[in-house]
């Protein structure tokens, strides 16, 4: 008798995932079938901790550099001064004095920015600037009133933000969430995703309640025909 085919890792994967019809029911933050590894793109293996050295060197980074401005109360200059001048001494005296010990100097990579990597950085860029100031004329012209309070709750909550901590410590605070809370929806997806559905069921209940007795009474200019080519 032939002996059973063993499992390759990608069936295993299939068969251990939610069947498709399973993952399309109910609310998901991530949509239907769309795992938060593919969410993340190409930051998925350093914020899942799938390469753990690059992960904890990032968290570990973070940490040191909070550490030195927070609590050692080093400012941004005077460390990259200092960092400078030691690195630059210590490379100058050794390459130096690989004339007398008769050894070879230190091999120091030469470091450019490519011109595509430039290129691409400016793109996408350009491309992030675009949709946010698309969005804002939007909201400006009035034609979203879901985006309007959506944007203004959250530059509410950046406002309370910044005044409990200062633009360093959010940062280090939003390395660690985002080192922490992907793994853990990754983890706990399912749950999550219940519960997140009985709320956004409940707010769009709410949302309904506010537009029928508020929203719906307000008067609003009426919308300009588009030209016609």
Known sequence: MAAPAEETPAAKDTASSPPAAARSRGFWFLGEDKSVHKALGGAADVLLWKDKKTSASVVGGATILWVLF????????????H???????ILFLWSNATVFIKKSPPDVPEVQISEDLAVNIALALRADINKALALLREIALGHNLMKFLGVIVALW???????????????????????????LY????DQVDEFAAKAHSELCKQYRVLDAKVLSKIPRAPPKDKKQN
């Not at 927070?70 to 001064?81: P, R």
């Not at 309370?160 to 390395?175: H, K, Q, S, T």
């Not at 990754?186 to 997806?189: E, M």
């Open 70 to 81: 927070e609590i050692v109360e080093y400012h941004l200059l005077t460390l990259v001064s």
């Open 83 to 89: 960092v400078l001048i030691v690195a630059l001494t």
């Open 157 to 183: 909550i950046l406002s309370e933000i910044g005044e409990l901590c200062d633009l360093l410590r959010f940062m280090y605070i939003a390395v660690l969430i985002l080192h922490t809370v992907p793994i």
């Open 186 to 189: 990754h983890k706990y997806q």
